[in-house]
């Protein structure tokens, strides 16, 4: 089976981190889910998931233009995508972030699944 970078969900944290972020909105399917947990550290972390009316709760709530995400690994299979990252603030590692995709026949994102911790950087 042959592996490819995830270009999907490159362009996804690239969309996300612009001023127009609500253009993610337009690479969902109709039957999307996701579940984003997003951790602090200090034992606080916020689990968002649902489908398109949660993520639009989920991108109305973010600070805009504070962080930035960047690839470190990631691959494709099939449908399936699974990107390693890091979340930097002011150039600066926060955090680390794990996210898998499954997309559909059009190439849309079917099903997300984001993990993200400062507990532990690769960097």
């Given amino acids: 089976m042959?592996?490819?970078t995830a270009s999907f969900l490159g362009n996804w944290f690239a969309i996300l981190d612009s001023d127009d972020a609500d253009r993610i909105l337009d690479l969902i399917s109709d039957?999307?889910?996701f579940?984003?947990?997003f951790s602090t550290g200090d034992d606080g972390a916020?689990?968002?998931h649902g489908g398109r009316p949660e993520l639009e709760g989920y991108l109305a709530q973010r600070s805009v233009g504070v962080r930035?995400?960047?690839r470190l690994t990631a691959s494709t299979v099939g449908q399936d995508e699974l990107f390693l990252g890091e979340v930097r603030?002011?150039?600066v590692p926060e955090?680390?972030?794990?996210?898998s995709a499954r997309l559909d026949d059009?190439?849309?994102v079917r099903r997300l699944l984001i993990g993200r911790s400062p507990a532990v950087l690769f960097t």
């Fill in 2 to 4: 042959t592996t490819h």
């Fill in 31 to 33: 039957d999307f889910s």
């Fill in 35 to 37: 579940s984003i947990l």
């Fill in 46 to 48: 916020t689990d968002f």
């Fill in 68 to 70: 930035t995400h960047h």
């Fill in 89 to 91: 603030r002011s150039g």
């Fill in 95 to 99: 955090a680390t972030f794990v996210a």
């Fill in 106 to 108: 059009e190439g849309r």
